[in-house]
């Protein structure tokens, strides 16, 4: 069988090639099932004080803050800043390098997959066609101008991947995500803000694919 083909969205701060070498493991888990496609995100973030001259280049997929071009994912805010133009970041990689089965979001990456299903579902995007979706520390945007994304529950198969001593995303906050799909998959793994790929979590991850193979 050939593996599925999988769109991957990192994390706020990280980008494609360094969002490639923390899900090292997953890729050697599912290395049968899926072939995981990596993109970066158009923005850049200016480095915290921790990071600065370190090589890696911080991206993000919109932010929060539009005078301090920041993302916090518990941050209230009415509009938010450069989500047009991620959007067509990832509609250029679907014409590109696609197609896609399926898309896998970290964390700020996440929440944006949500958004995606929710412009394709509501067929706003004519070139998304994702057939499953992967939301690992995922949440729901706290900015206003984002709601129209939660209107409707969404139909597309998902699973939702969070860990309970996560402190950057706490796991309510991916529990409240929940809401937004018809018929959640859930992995909950003990640990922090990573994506998990322990042999435990590989019958999981299976059951969820075999549909789509």
Partial sequence: MAPLR??????????GSSFREKTGALRKLLKKQLELVYITAPLTVQPAAAEAGGSEESRGWWF??????????????ESSLGLEESIATVREAVK????FDGVLGFSQGAAFVA??????EQKLEPDL????????????????????FYKAPLQ?????????????????MSRELLSCFQDPQVLIH????????????R???QDFLKTFQ
């Fill in 6 to 15: 999988v769109l991957c969205i990192h994390g706020y701060r990280q980008n």
């Fill in 64 to 77: 929060s803050d539009i005078q301090a071009l920041s993302f916090s994912a518990q941050q209230q805010c």
């Fill in 96 to 99: 590109t390098q696609g197609p």
């Fill in 115 to 120: 958004m995606l299903c929710s412009l394709q």
């Fill in 129 to 148: 066609n994702f057939r499953f979706a992967i939301l690992v520390a995922g949440f729901r945007s706290a900015c206003e101008e984002h709601l129209k």
């Fill in 156 to 172: 597309i198969p998902s699973l939702h991947v969070f860990g309970l001593e996560d402190k950057v995303i706490p796991d309510n």
């Fill in 190 to 201: 003990p640990g922090g803000h990573f994506v998990p790929a322990a042999g435990a979590h």
């Fill in 203 to 205: 019958q999981t991850y």
